[in-house]
Nanobody, 115 residues
Framework: EAQLVESGGALVQPGGSLSLSCSAS????????MSWVRQAPGKGLEWVSD????????YYADSVRGRFTISRDDAKGTLYLRMNSLRPEDTAVYYC????????WGRGTLVTVSQ
């Protein structure tokens, strides 16, 4: 059974940085494209970023491009999201999702950007 566990969420001030991790198990991580998706309070799901198998192709939503960096460590079965220059509008629960069609999801980790 595929399992994804996100970690690293925290309260951070505007302009700050944070790194999220997603530990994967129960499937062949190295052969699976991965994504980050977020949900702000009271809003719908928003796709944030994708990374292909191998990690050489990455994609970002316009709202985070240039500030966020997605990466993966296939040896550790872990997906990462490095977030810089955080804004209050980045406040959300961040989920990692596995598969081209987001077949499996974690439970999320809360990022709050506030003074």
């Amino acid at each position: 059974e595929a399992q994804l566990v996100e970690s690293g969420g925290a309260l951070v001030q505007p302009g700050g940085s944070l790194s999220l991790s997603c530990s994967a198990s129960g499937f062949t991580f190295s052969r699976t494209p991965m994504s980050w998706v977020r949900q702000a309070p009271g809003k719908g799901l928003e796709w944030v970023s994708d990374i292909n198998t191998g990690g050489d192709d990455t994609y970002y939503a316009d709202s985070v491009r240039g500030r966020f960096t997605i990466s993966r460590d296939d040896a550790k079965g872990t997906l990462y999201l490095r977030m810089n220059s955080l804004r209050p509008e980045d406040t959300a629960v961040y989920y990692c999702a596995a598969g081209e069609y987001f077949e499996n999801w974690g439970r999320g980790t809360l990022v709050t950007v506030s003074q």
